[in-house]
């Protein structure tokens, strides 16, 4: 036999190691007349020895890259330093996830010679049976030998239980997707705008097949990946607390006595609406985690109805109140900087948290970032008021406050720009809230 016709070269980074979990767990059940290897390229210098091994076999590389949208300059001067220490014409780098998703033209202007739009597991399977050509593959853009932009179409939506969660094959596990989708379709996030505003749920019998497969190698701890985790089971707004006791019952007794399972905490949340005494202890009978992660976002009202989050802050803080009072430690999202936020609203923030702190939460902060595929694409970066610092310092030298908020206001300023270099064709979905009068930046 000779050597392999396609060599599948994964930038593989730590911080989206789960993307390319999934589309190996696709591909260790595809049959397929393509001979093909998977190479991991932990390092850009070990990415390019990988593409220069497939170039001196004669095989074509198809190098794959997954990114969020704020990592997507950085990793555009990375791609560009790999080509220099390797490339070729039967070399390809194909970008997916929800940048390359969101912002295919600026995706290809940087460097990438195909974008991957929407869900990857069906695309990645027909570019392995096509040995990595593009033409007449669904889900795909790339510009032709003309110069032209050719996109092929949305791939097909799929049951999450028709493929792997993570790869038996090439021992790479992770956290387990258990809902794919959101009806919550809240102005700054990329999730419904990527997978649907709907969700889509592994059944029981597939997640338990997965933890009987982790308890097998010897891993001990169950975690999920779902924007909403008490939305599991249900179509509706309303949790279905019988589907969650399931899942949560079946992973126990899956795992085992020396297992562990983590739920509504990272990587996944719940919505404050949602928490009640019965949801909380489900929680607490069947899982390990002692702390719980409350989405609130704001602590105006009018912020939160104009991002479409469906709750308000009287709900946060029953939220923050019952999980403090049912023994957990809660940790609570905040985001600064959101479109339209004034003075007032700002001041409404930092006083709910300063009196969520007092209760024993703990606030993680964020700055607002104009996400691609989002109706708020096209709004201004967040801009964090001195003062505003000010009283969010005070809080992290408490212990009260944690996370990157600093780094997202740099993140945001380049989003905004690159969103204004590639004005939206048409109408604008942007839909931004007006100041209240008399509060006036």
């Not at 993570?166 to 956290?175: G, K, Q, Y």
């Not at 589907?243 to 739920?263: D, K, M, N, Q, Y």
């Not at 999980?323 to 959101?338: C, K, P, S, Y």
Request: hydrophobic share 40%; glycine share 10%.
């Amino acid at each position: 036999m000779g050597g392999p016709d396609l060599v599948l070269v994964l930038r593989y980074r730590k911080a989206v190691t789960y993307g390319f979990h999934v589309l190996l767990g696709a591909l260790e059940e595809h049959e397929t007349a393509t001979r093909y290897d998977v190479r991991f390229g932990d390092t850009p210098e070990a990415t390019a020895e990988h593409i220069r091994t497939a170039i001196a076999t004669g095989a074509k590389a198809l190098v794959l890259w997954s990114f969020y949208s704020p990592d997507a300059a950085a990793l555009a001067e990375e791609l560009a330093h790999i080509r220099r220490l390797a490339d070729g014409p039967s070399v390809l780098h194909i970008a997916g996830g929800v940048h390359a998703t969101a912002e295919p033209v600026q995706t290809l202007d940087a460097g990438w010679d195909i974008a991957a739009v929407g869900e990857g597991e069906t695309t990645l399977l027909k570019l392995v049976d096509a040995v990595g050509e593009p033409a007449g593959v669904t889900g795909l853009v790339y510009r032709d030998a003309t110069g032209d932009i050719i996109k092929t179409g949305r791939p097909e939506r799929r049951a999450l239980d028709d493929f792997r969660g993570f790869s038996l094959r090439w021992d790479r596990f992770n956290a387990l997707e258990i809902t794919r989708g959101c009806i919550y379709a809240c102005r700054f996030c990329q999730t419904p705008f990527m997978f649907s505003a709907r969700f889509r749920h592994r059944s029981i019998a597939n997640v338990r097949w997965h933890v009987d497969r982790m308890r097998e190698r010897g891993l001990r701890d169950v975690r999920f990946i779902t924007p909403t985790a008490l939305s599991y089971g249900s179509r509706t707004e309303e949790p279905d607390l019988d589907a969650v006791e399931e899942l949560l019952a079946s992973c126990r007794e899956g795992i085992g006595p020396g297992g562990r399972v983590f739920f509504g905490s990272f990587p996944s949340e719940i919505r404050p609406e949602h928490v009640s005494r019965e949801a909380l202890r489900l929680v607490r009978k069947y899982c390990d985690n002692t702390n719980i992660i409350v989405g609130a976002q704001s602590g105006s009202d009018r912020v939160l109805d104009a991002a479409k989050r469906g709750h308000g802050v009287e709900e946060v803080k029953r939220a923050a109140r019952l999980g403090i009072e049912e023994g957990f430690r809660i940790n609570v999202d905040m985001i600064f900087g959101m479109p339209g936020e004034g003075p007032g609203d700002v001041g409404d923030s930092l006083r709910l948290a300063r009196e969520l702190a007092d209760l024993g939460a703990r606030i993680h902060a964020h700055t607002f970032m104009p996400l691609p595929g989002t109706p708020w694409r096209d709004a201004p970066a967040g801009d964090v008021a001195p003062e505003t610092i000010s009283e969010v310092d005070r809080l992290s030298q408490r212990g009260a406050l944690y996370g990157h908020w600093q780094k997202q206001r740099d993140h945001a300023v380049r989003l905004a720009a690159a969103a204004e270099a590639y004005p939206r064709p048409g109408r604008s979905r942007t839909i931004l809230p007006t100041l209240p009068a008399g509060d006036s930046c």
